[in-house]
């Protein structure tokens, strides 16, 4: 076992596990001793000749090749496990300690398959960051039993004889909240920097974005007109209200993320979270050179900017319902300190029944995000609410069911009270 993996072990006991299944979170803890306790839920459906294993991503040092590691590891599982296996995210958590999540998946077979899988998790801790523990039961299904894996051969380590597998009560909070700060969401350009340049010997285009970049962060100097964002989901109304307010104000329409990303859009998408949201961390740094240069001479409209950024990255990070976000105040919906800051920040919302009606009318291809807007209500609603708990400008919420005409107006009297346009 790896030094990284070893590092886990000293706290091991006081660690949580969760294993997601058909979205829902299933929470267990490990013990020397069993006191009784009733079979985790997870375990619970586990038939006599089925078999368990998990396979955690301990983080290096390079946490750019431990984020491309995990992601691929799921393409690998999937390929290589036979088809008859059952794989679940998995993670496991130090509760309410910052940055103790360590990613993984939960692996269910029978013992049919049980050896191809071990054969397989036996490759895997050879050469790769992964620590593979096996569940076993008792005679009576009662108890349930933890084992770590040797690098050696699929030998379980003599650790006391293995840990006992107990029932934990769920978190305050989603664990993913834990490593949010970042990870999933970069509250400085010199994070999202450090991402991004270390990624320039895997990653070719990240070199062209690096040289996009404005040379200094100047987030205190404020243009002289007003900065006014437009926020919300598709089919809300953006496109139409912030090229009404641009020609009715004759401000400047600025996208964001700005167009100079776009030939490297398709590619990041593709890359892990970590990632992904960097790249787009730095578009929105961007952005506000680009805000600052026009600002001075005419006012400037924004369709989007960092809330849509923080929004959909939390609301991916964690899964389940609402009450799984960080908390309203949370440092996680805190504005970046070295991000210029808009003057009003207006946000479209709109029943989602009528939005899907607009999508639908639209015809037009949607990203993977939006794509689960659709068909995952729980998303939407995480994306909603995030949004709504970002502060520092918080959004005003506007009403877009009404015509666009009604909607331009509301939000031209918004802006004569709040900019003094």
Not at 180 to 188: M, P, T
Not at 367 to 382: M, P, V
């Amino acid at each position: 076992m790896s030094k990284h993996a070893m590092s886990l072990l000293p706290r091991w006991c006081s660690r949580v596990f969760s294993v997601e299944l058909n979205g829902a979170p299933f929470y267990f803890a490990v013990k020397e001793k069993h006191l009784g306790e009733d079979v985790p839920r997870v375990f619970r459906e586990v038939q006599n000749r089925d078999k368990c294993y998990s396979v955690l991503v301990y983080c290096s040092r390079d946490r750019i090749k431990t984020a491309k590691f995990y992601g691929e590891l799921k393409d690998k599982l999937l390929r290589d496990l036979p088809p008859e296996c059952r794989l679940s995210p998995m993670s496991s958590f130090l509760p309410k300690v910052r940055d103790s999540l360590v990613k993984g998946y939960f692996l269910k077979g029978n013992s049919d398959t049980s050896s191809p899988i071990e054969r397989l998790l036996s490759d895997l801790i050879q050469h790769d960051p992964v620590l593979v523990c096996s569940y076993s039961p008792a005679e009576d299904g009662q108890q349930w039993t933890q084992h770590m894996w040797s690098e050696t051969a699929s030998q379980v380590m003599d650790v006391a004889k293995g840990y006992y597998v107990v029932p934990s009560e769920a978190p305050e909070y989603h664990p993913s909240t834990l490593n949010i700060i970042n990870s999933d969401v970069f509250y400085s350009f010199d994070e999202a920097y450090d991402v991004m340049k270390k990624c320039g010997d895997i990653i070719p285009e990240a070199k062209a974005v690096l040289e996009l970049l404005p040379s200094r962060v100047e987030a205190r100097n404020k243009p002289d007109f007003p900065v006014i964002v437009i926020e919300g989901l598709d089919a809300t109304g953006k496109t139409t209200l912030t090229e009404s307010l641009k020609d009715t104000l004759g401000a400047t329409l600025l996208p964001s993320p700005p167009e100079c990303l776009s030939p490297w859009r398709a590619r990041f998408d593709q890359e892990p979270p970590l990632i992904r949201r960097a790249f787009y961390a730095l578009g929105n740094y961007i952005s506000a050179d680009q805000i600052g240069l026009k600002g001075v001479k005419t006012p400037v409209i924004v369709d989007r900017f960092w809330h849509s950024t923080a929004a959909y990255a939390i609301a991916t990070a964690v899964s389940g319902p609402v009450c799984n976000l960080p908390g309203e105040g949370s440092e996680v919906y805190c504005w970046p300190s070295d991000l210029f800051q808009p003057s009003l920040v207006v946000l479209l919302t709109l029943d989602p029944e009528e939005r899907k009606r607009r999508l639908r009318n639209r015809g037009q291809g949607k990203t993977d995000e939006e794509e689960e807007l659709d068909h995952n209500q729980l998303f939407r609603l995480r994306v909603e609410e995030a949004y709504r708990r970002i502060s520092g400008p918080a959004c005003v919420t506007v009403d877009a069911s009404p015509s666009a005409d009604r909607v331009l107006q509301q939000v031209l009297l918004l802006i004569r009270g709040k900019c003094h346009l």
